[in-house]
């Protein structure tokens, strides 16, 4: 069984730009969660989708969007990067909303110049 | 909201046990996990206690208290590839994770 598969594994960005990270999780898991880790920090949550809605985001400014596909796919955007948005951006996937240990891909890092 | 603490460094000797302990604050509670990561890599599942009390599964355990907004993970016959990050996590559509626990095996 394929877990759960991000693109790009790594990413250079300039300061303003945008960019667009995918995932796609395992078969039959409906949940998509997107966390950001910087470099020897904790995990935070960024958002978390479940049949190709938005059902919560974290605490981070409208620039971070996403969307879920009808496949279960998602993407993560990011616009007007700044050099503090350098981190791992981890996402996971779940049968179904916040009861079950999540899958973690093996995320993407991003690097803002 | 939500809010995690635990330690952030412990170290142990190859083929001991150590307690990684967690407190939490929640305002619904829908179960707590724990995670392993390994440096630069993703975190892996490990336990999930959704009801008071132990749970076991094989070298590793997990145990709650709800009332007291407590678990622990507890690692026996420790091994050298266990030196990594734990991480406690409470369940919920914003799944808090605490900072992780770095825990250094010696031999």
């Known amino acids: 069984e394929a877990g759960v598969t991000q693109s790009p594994t790594h990413l250079i960005k300039t300061r303003g730009q945008q960019v667009t990270l995918r995932c796609s999780p395992i078969?039959?898991?409906?949940?998509v969660y997107w966390y950001q880790q910087a470099l020897g920090l904790g995990l935070q949550f960024l958002l978390w989708?479940?049949?190709?809605?938005?059902?919560n985001r974290g605490n981070f400014p409208p620039r971070f969007s996403g969307r879920q596909f009808p496949n279960y796919s998602s993407e993560l955007n990011v616009n007007a990067l700044e050099l503090e948005d350098s981190a791992l951006y981890l996402c996971?996937?779940?049968?179904?909303?916040?009861?079950?240990?999540?899958?973690f891909g093996s995320g993407t890092r991003l690097t803002v110049v | 909201g939500q809010n995690i603490d635990q330690p952030t460094e412990m170290t142990a000797t190859e083929g001991a046990i150590v307690q990684i302990n967690c407190t939490y604050q929640?305002?619904?509670?829908?179960?707590l996990f724990w995670y392993q990561q390994h440096a630069g890599e993703a975190p892996t599942f490990l336990s999930y206690n959704v009801l008071d009390g132990l749970e076991e599964k094989g070298r590793f355990s997990s145990f709650l208290s709800r009332s007291k907004g407590y678990s622990y993970l507890l690692l026996k016959e420790l091994q050298m590839k266990d030196s990594a990050s734990y991480l406690c996590?409470?369940?919920?559509?914003?799944?808090?994770f605490g900072d992780g626990t770095t825990l250094t095996v010696k031999p």
């Open positions: 996590a409470l369940g919920g559509s914003k799944s808090t």
């Open positions: 989708y479940d049949e190709g809605e938005e059902r």
């Open positions: 929640t305002s619904g509670f829908n179960g």
């Open positions: 996971a996937s779940s049968p179904s909303g916040g009861t079950h240990g999540y899958t």
């Open positions: 078969s039959g898991h409906t949940s």
